[in-house]
């Protein structure tokens, strides 16, 4: 596709409940990012994956959250035992080569929303 | 952490010329001064970004102060298409983004 997408666009669950949140970035992009965004606040890093390097994960909030880059393309973002804070709009962004002087192409989002 | 410091908000009237101040006073030689935007129920989109020289494009202009501890987006004429959420954001040379501004939402009035 020309862009990157991210399935599903919205997800209601239950509290307690996995969810699993994927992201397709640009063909040939090396570098993925996850980020969070609360109803009204700014977007707030969660993990980065750079080619075949370990992924920084510094900014997952829990371990309830983990993610997957598989074969450097497709990414899935997991939460375990979802929690009525997790309730944001999960955003995925992908790079050319991961370095400064590119940009970020970011997709539209999935809205979870937990009960 | 590079932080960096943006006005909540900020009102224009279209078809004038806005200015976006942001500081980032902890900005590391190597670290690249990107804008995005984002529209209601969007993901973010890219603006302009730059190191140390000013930069224009089609969509805005960039300038940074001569120490790099600030930088202004300028949106030449706003229209009502440009209201939005103006993130100013550090990024390294690893494509790490090291912090997030709060970002400036931008109201443009007809």
């Known amino acids: 596709g020309a862009g990157v997408s991210q399935s599903p666009s919205n997800k209601v669950t239950e509290k307690g409940k996995d969810v699993e949140l994927r992201c397709d970035p640009i063909?040939?992009?090396?570098?993925l990012y996850w980020y969070r965004q609360s109803l009204g606040q700014g977007l707030e890093f969660l993990i980065y994956?750079?080619?075949?390097?370990?992924?920084?994960k510094s900014g997952l909030p829990s371990d309830r959250f983990s993610a997957e880059r598989t074969g450097g393309s497709v990414s899935t973002l997991t939460i375990q035992r979802t929690q009525q804070e997790d309730s944001a709009v999960y955003l995925c962004?992908?790079?050319?080569?991961?370095?400064?002087?590119?940009?970020?192409?970011f997709g539209p989002g999935t809205r979870l929303l937990v009960l | 952490d590079a932080k960096t410091t943006q006005p909540n908000s900020m009102e224009s009237n279209e078809e004038e010329p806005v200015h976006l101040p942001c500081n980032h006073s902890?900005?590391?030689?190597?670290?690249?001064i990107h804008w995005y935007r984002q529209l209601p129920s969007q993901g973010p989109e890219y603006v302009i970004h730059?190191?140390?020289s000013n930069v224009n494009n089609r969509m805005a202009s960039l300038a940074i102060a001569e120490d790099r501890k600030s930088s202004t987006l300028i949106l030449h004429r706003a229209t009502l298409r440009d209201a939005a959420v103006y993130y100013c954001?550090?990024?390294?040379?690893?494509?790490?983004?090291?912090?997030f501004g709060g970002g400036t939402r931008l109201m443009v009035k007809p």
């Open positions: 730059g190191l140390t």
């Open positions: 954001i550090l990024v390294n040379n690893a494509g790490n983004m090291l912090t």
């Open positions: 994956f750079q080619g075949n390097s370990a992924p920084d």
């Open positions: 063909s040939g992009h090396t570098a």
């Open positions: 962004a992908s790079i050319g080569a991961g370095r400064g002087s590119e940009t970020q192409y």
């Open positions: 902890t900005i590391s030689g190597t670290d690249y």
